[in-house]
């Protein structure tokens, strides 16, 4: 028997709390960056920019809902070839920007990052394939297990290619780590996990044996100026005056919170202007240093407690294709989220992501909204009975 629910009944109103709460968060952490030194044009404008930012992301992460997901089936192709066609336009027509060709549009007017939306175009593609795979029947054997990984690889390294070579590295591991968890939704056998962990460690193993033997070919894979954020990884304080920098000067502005921070606009290298892109990569050091290890931790609780709601939607959700999806943006957000605060308290390399939900920007914050619209949509349509499952 089925109960019979509502849309409005069955959206998940705690999700949005805490989507509203980031909101809240994101806007504080804005003003307070805005007010540095290293801005000319005032809090008022970013704070501005941001709110439209987030009514147009509110938007589509409604019309995202409106739309029954079960019909992103039949768009995924469009959509996968739609991403790869923009992908390829930014290779030549697309705006340079410190170095990286990651823009279209009008320089001065407008412009968007076409990857960002590849991504969401991915996750609804990979999605469909999983669904068509499960479909049929299959042994767990190795040699089954090499043809549904070859079909993910098919599907996902072609714009991962495309988005490192532009070059973003950051965004194309968060594709990496959305190609990642859908393997593991494939259900393929721990023996093929290891292999690939295996494949992987390998890789990097030939990328460190290429910069001691042979650099003019490393270089072709990792760009100057990636090499230069890695030594300043792995020591901040060799490299001030380079790559270092910025890492140096966040660390210490993180370490200066100690428990609860400065206080709002009170923080001395937030507002020193001494933290590059302090408002957008770098919007976790003010929190870290103006609201304290307290204010730090009740974000990443939001967090927690955001992707927590995500999960119960995946696990409870009767439709593969649903689960498929959640899962994507689950991955989706997890590895952001990790990324940009493990570059900010110096756990991994700098490599230029934003923070979801919290960092001011345009293309990000709408695709990680039209993410959230996606689980909302299979969480109003999960049909819940009281004997069995939906077949």
């Excluded at 790869?84 to 930014?90: G, I, N, T, Y």
């Amino acid at each position: 028997m089925q109960e019979r629910k509502s849309a409005f009944q069955q959206l998940d109103y705690t999700l949005l709390f805490f989507l509203f709460v980031l909101m809240c968060i994101s806007l504080l952490a804005i003003y307070s960056a805005a007010t540095a030194d290293q801005y000319a044009v005032g809090p008022g404008y970013f704070i501005q920019r941001q709110i439209i930012w987030f009514a147009i992301g509110t938007i589509l992460m409604l019309g995202a809902m409106l739309v029954d997901y079960e019909m992103f089936k039949n768009f995924s192709i469009p959509f996968y070839i739609l991403g790869m066609v923009l992908l390829l336009a930014v290779h030549f027509v697309g705006i340079e920007i410190n170095g990286a060709q990651r823009w279209i549009g009008i320089d001065g007017l407008f412009r968007f990052q076409p990857s960002e939306f590849v991504k969401i175009f991915l996750i609804i593609a990979l999605a469909h394939l999983l669904y068509t795979i499960t479909k049929i029947p299959r042994d767990k054997t190795f040699t089954s297990d090499c043809i549904v990984v070859g079909k993910i690889l098919a599907v996902g390294l072609p714009p991962f290619a495309l988005i490192l070579i532009q070059p973003d590295l950051g965004t194309a591991l968060v594709v990496g780590a959305i190609i990642f968890i859908m393997i593991l939704m494939a259900g393929v056998t721990f023996r093929m996990i290891g292999l690939l962990s295996t494949l992987v460690v390998m890789g990097i193993g030939l990328l460190v044996w290429l910069h001691n033997n042979f650099f003019e070919l490393f270089s072709t894979v990792i760009k100057p100026h990636q090499l230069s954020r890695i030594y300043a990884w792995l020591d901040p304080s060799a490299n001030i005056g380079a790559e270092g920098y910025q890492l140096y000067h966040a660390l210490q502005g993180i370490g200066a919170g100690q428990l609860y921070g400065s206080g709002l606009t009170a923080g001395m290298k937030s507002q020193s202007g001494a933290i590059p892109e302090l408002h957008t990569d770098f919007i976790f050091t003010v929190i870290g240093e103006e609201f304290g290890f307290v204010g730090a931790t009740v974000l990443i609780v939001v967090y927690f407690l955001l992707l927590y709601r995500m999960v119960i939607i995946a696990f409870t959700c009767n439709n593969t294709f649903g689960t498929y999806l959640v899962s994507g943006v689950i991955g989706l957000l997890v590895f952001q989220i990790f990324q940009n605060i493990g570059m900010t308290i110096g756990l991994v390399p700098i490599t230029g992501l934003a923070l979801p939900f919290i960092s001011y920007g345009g293309s990000a914050l709408v695709t990680n909204m039209l993410a959230v619209g996606i689980v909302l949509n299979v969480n109003i349509r999960t049909r819940h009975y009281m004997f069995g499952e939906e077949e």
